[in-house]
């Protein structure tokens, strides 16, 4: 079946750091992929997504490649906040599966100033 | 006020006890969906609903049920909570129109402990 993993955390990076966290997936068919955003204490938010290969998805400085060559969809930001602090959730949704996500385990960034 | 709302949000019941979580949303979408959350494993889909008379199973369905009693509310059942259903629930909705049909939004989350 359809897969996700995620680089294992937690990070901790110091602000203004470059952010890396590497996704890759396993799907049959075409799928979307979405970074998710949760804060603490709050539900999930679409960060941002992209839904064929070699879009970019961005939002908030944050992007992401959809690369089918490697099954990847790291998420980057060149320059971190204390407010990026959060778990981020990488996401596959099988267009032909009935529009389920299937989620990454989660990566827990922490931004010290 | 939030487009999806899920009530309680915390609730703490022993083992053996029957549990329902709400879920309303007014985002006016057909698709809900109920996902656990539990540290290093990420969400997991329990059940979905994509109207009023379509109801399925996810990955882990079992151990609970689920009303969508209008396209506005989907409740998650524990008939008899145990202490491994102790968690994070998620509710989430979609559209089943339009470009952002791939597009979830999600709830604030309940969380539930099992003693």
């Known amino acids: 079946g359809d897969s996700v993993t995620q680089m294992e955390g937690p990070v901790t990076l110091s602000e203004e750091a470059f952010l890396t966290i590497n996704c890759t997936y396993t799907?049959?068919?075409?799928?979307?992929l979405f970074w998710y955003v949760q804060y603490p204490g709050e539900g999930l938010q679409l960060l941002l997504k992209a839904t064929k290969a070699d879009d970019k998805g961005s939002n908030k400085g944050f992007e992401a490649t959809y690369r089918k060559e490697t099954t990847s969809f790291h998420l980057e930001k060149g320059s971190v906040q204390v407010s990026d602090s959060a778990v981020y959730f990488c996401a596959l949704s099988d267009p032909q599966g009935a529009q389920k996500l299937v989620f990454g385990q989660g990566t827990r960034l922490t931004i010290n100033p | 006020d939030a487009d999806v709302t899920q009530t309680p949000r915390n609730r703490i019941t022993k083992t053996g006890k029957r549990i329902m979580l709400e879920c309303s949303q007014t985002?006016?979408?057909?698709?809900m969906y109920w996902y656990r959350q539990d540290p290093g494993l990420g969400l997991r889909l329990i059940y979905y609903?994509?109207?009023?008379?379509?109801?399925n199973k996810g990955e882990i369905s079992d151990g609970y049920s689920v009303s969508r009693q209008a396209q506005a509310k989907f409740s998650l059942s524990l008939e008899s909570a145990i202490p491994n259903q102790t968690a994070l629930y998620f509710c989430?909705?979609?559209?089943?129109?339009?470009?952002?049909?791939?597009?979830?939004?999600f709830g604030p989350g309940t969380r539930l402990t099992v003693l």
């Open positions: 985002k006016g979408h057909d698709r």
């Open positions: 799907a049959t068919g075409y799928p979307s």
């Open positions: 989430a909705t979609s559209d089943l129109k339009g470009d952002e049909t791939d597009t979830q939004y």
């Open positions: 609903s994509f109207d009023v008379k379509d109801i």
